[in-house]
């Protein structure tokens, strides 16, 4: 499958995300709509979607996107946090790729879904491991492992200077994926 990157920093998790969703038998949410994300969810499955979105500008974008099987929603990341709390949806995949400061909302929403998600899609992993905010650096090396028993940690091809993302679970071993158009940077053992 060939992807659109849109800008270089914006889209390098497509590939991978549009993989999970292919995967998927269950609802999707995405936290943190976008231009290499939301419209591609929607016209790649027929699941039922919902987008939280916490900048009221995004949602403005993709709020026509709503309807019978596509929600998309604002919510403050104090209230998405408050969300994850209420919400008890069995997700096939869950994308976090929401905005905050100190991967606030990331951090809720990756603890919140570990478990509970078939696959678990987090875009700028590189940071996060070097900040500490998710996973660690071992060896020179990111490591997801203290939070997902399975992981691969992705990034397109041709592409070394652009946003890492990582495709996770706790539920469904990932061993055997091989997605075209991305390289495998690291993965567990």
Same mark, same amino acid.
């Given at each position: ?80 946090? #408050?969300?994850?709390?209420? @919400?008890?949806?069995?997700? %096939? =995949? !869950? ?75 706790? #539920?469904?071993?990932?061993? @055997?994926?091989?997605?075209? %158009? =991305? !390289? ?6």
């Amino acid at each position: 499958m060939k992807g659109y990157f849109g800008t270089r920093e914006g889209g390098s998790h497509q590939l991978v995300l549009l993989e999970a969703v292919r995967r998927s038998t269950k609802p999707i949410l995405e936290l943190g709509a976008g231009e290499s994300s939301t419209n591609q969810i929607h016209h790649a499955t027929t699941l039922p979607i919902r987008t939280i979105e916490g900048s009221k500008e995004w949602y403005q974008r993709y709020v026509r996107l709503n309807n019978h099987h596509h929600k998309v929603e604002y919510c403050g990341e104090r209230e998405m946090i #408050k969300w994850f709390e209420l @919400d008890h949806t069995e997700w %096939g =995949v !869950v994308f976090v790729d929401c905005q905050g400061g100190e991967w606030i909302g990331r951090r809720a929403a990756i603890a919140k879904y570990k478990d509970v998600a078939d696959y678990v899609v987090v875009h700028d992993t590189e940071y996060s491991a070097v900040q500490g905010y998710f996973g660690k650096v071992i060896d020179g090396k990111r490591d997801f492992s203290d939070t997902f028993k399975y992981w691969i940690e992705f990034q397109p091809v041709g592409m070394p200077d652009v946003p890492a993302t990582v495709l996770a679970s706790n #539920k469904i071993d990932l061993k @055997d994926i091989v997605i075209e %158009g =991305v !390289v495998k940077l690291n993965q567990n053992k």
